[in-house]
């Protein structure tokens, strides 16, 4: 199976809401590589196959960080 692409659109103001959710994703099984950006408001995460959508999205949101939309392997998802 292949690797899942996630990507997601957060509300981030600061360095420090960057920094939240890239130590989240640091810590999540699963993650093999993540890109936060500050600058563009995103996240990108390529995640083994056995790591749900689901499961991503949810650890974000428990940064506190508002996330606005998202893609799972190139589709619109439900956030």
Known sequence: MADHNYKFNVTMTCG???GAVERVLKKLEGVKSYDVSLD??????????????DTVL????????TVNSAEADGESMKV
Do not use: D, F, R
């Not at 563009?40 to 959508?53: D, G, K």
């Not at 949810?58 to 960080?65: D, L, P, S, V």
């Open 16 to 18: 420090g809401c960057s």
């Open 40 to 53: 563009t408001q995103t996240a990108n995460v390529v995640a083994e196959p056995s790591l749900e959508y």
């Open 58 to 65: 949810e650890k974000i949101k428990k940064t506190g960080k």
